[in-house]
């Protein structure tokens, strides 16, 4: 039997390392994680070279007391947890006590702080995980800590690190999260001696200008609501205000950073029919919940959650989002106004150096305001504060205009077409559109998209109805799965049988299927369970409905008239009859079916009026 070694702290530090700090970027996550517990407002970030030189991160907390700052380069040192019940109810974004050792043992690192009782502060240094002993040295109360020479004694980690752009890229995507997620914080990012980011600690508005600009917020809902508990607030795309890839998707649970297949797979789907193919939505959300309802402690990075109660998180934001994007009256209830969040600067007696940065999409300006006595600091950000709310109080009341004409809107549209039935068909234009004329405007309407609309609509209702017509297969299909696939698809049997598709037990890993839904009857039966169970953590919540929409767009859309086909009047006709005059529709896949141009913009195209 081999011998069994009790590890050396210097050895298991770097073990511990190799979880916690990856990158450049894990060193900024978890010294402003630190800055943030310890009640600082105002934080700034330095690096050179992407970080791998230096990372020094400043702030005014509540700082370290000088016999204390040995303690804070141990392993599994923290001020955050002292008893096992803690864990049951941690409510700071740091708590595991490994993440200054860990960084320690990779670097050379030096700690100054100090509390407001002190007198003068303390530094300590360590290489490699060598502590030095504790030195007296004046300072301001808080702490800087300056990490130096990233993976200087671990080569293979240093050789996997990208180029120095490529992780300056990861902190500043870093950065932009910790100023959205913590509005009321002051941050300062600056790399190789230029400012980034800035941001004032005024506030979501301000925060979310800083990181997005101006036209990104004009192209938002700002929503605030409270449902099952949970406790909703940030920013939503407009309907056709969406993005490429998930790049633009940021979610805070607690005021944590995390990624999380319940909450985006809600969003996603409240959004799922305004959504062309390859699109996504993009939103900023805070999402605040009972302590006791959230494990935050099964992610080595902490980077994820686990919910208590995955289906009233789920529902909860689907039906908060839904009722946005619909368009219901409830939107003024969600969608609220910031007026009580614009915060007035705060009191600050010490010296301070400052940029002041302004930024749009293109262009950065900085005015720097260097060491100014706190009488004319006061002024001056008295200043920026009265040009800011006068300017944020006027998007405000833009936000109600539209909010208010995106509800008329849609009761305008709704009330006159029911009010005017017969269309007047001008005709069929490129044998794919058809264009009509009613209430004095012309709408030149997508065939393919209608019909494919009204199908889907029909399918959708038979499936709700329990009205499925069932075609038996004439050999049933054999579902081979593994041991979690099995108890998934046991568990929701009954879901299947909802929506037409007989499957039952057969031996210990597999399942008989022996009928489908006779509008799927051409359905490829692998590849429809192979998408089912891509994800089991996402389909824990799934329904009937979640599991058969995208089959329902897809039947409907290879049985709709297509853009080519050229109409007869009387199909022309049924199809006007079956849309009932209803052309709000979008197709199942987001599209619009008609498009309405108004008199008044063709009288412009002519000059007849300006």
Known sequence: MAEINILSSKIFNRIAAGEVIERPASVVKELVENSIDAKATNITVEILDGGISMIKVIDNGLGIEKSELKKALMPHATSKISCVKDLDNIATLGFRGEALASIASVSKISILSKTIGQDIGGEIYSEGGEIAPIIDKPTFSGTEITVSNLFYNTPVRAKFLKTDRSEENEISATMTRFILGNPNISFKYISNGKVVLQSYGDGLE?????VYGIETIKNCFYIETEKNGIKINGYIGKHNFTKPNRGHQTVFINDRYVVNQTVSSAILNAYSSYLMKRQYPFYVLNIQLPTEFVDVNVHPNKTDVRFLNNQVVYGSLYSVVSKVLDGSSEILDIVSSIDDKIQKPQENTNEINTNYVIHNEKKSFSVAFDKLEFSDVKKDNSDIFNENKAFLEKLERERKNTLNDIIKEKQTEQISVALAPDFRVVGQALN?????????DLFFLDQHAAYERILFDKINNDFKNANIPLQPLLIPYI???NANEFEFI?????????????????????????????????MNISKFFNEILSDLNVLKH???????????????????????????ESEI?????????????????????????TRTEIDKWFKRII
């Not at 301000?206 to 800083?210: L, Q, V």
């Open 206 to 210: 301000s925060a979310f200008i800083t």
């Open 432 to 440: 794919t559109y058809l264009i009509l004329e009613a209430l004095g």
């Open 479 to 481: 579902l081979n799965v």
């Open 490 to 522: 046991y568990s929701k049997i009954n879901v299947f049988n909802e929506i037409g598709i007989e499957i039952e037990e057969f031996g210990n890993s597999s399942f008989k299927i022996s009928a489908l839904p006779s509008y799927l009857n051409d």
């Open 542 to 568: 799934i329904s009937a409905n979640d599991i058969m929409r995208e089959k329902i767009a897809q039947k409907a859309c290879k049985s709709a008239i297509k853009s080519g086909d050229k109409l007869s």
């Open 573 to 597: 006709n049924c199809l006007l009859d079956m849309l009932k005059g209803n052309l709000n529709l979008k197709c199942p896949h987001g599209r619009p079916i008609a498009v309405r141009i």
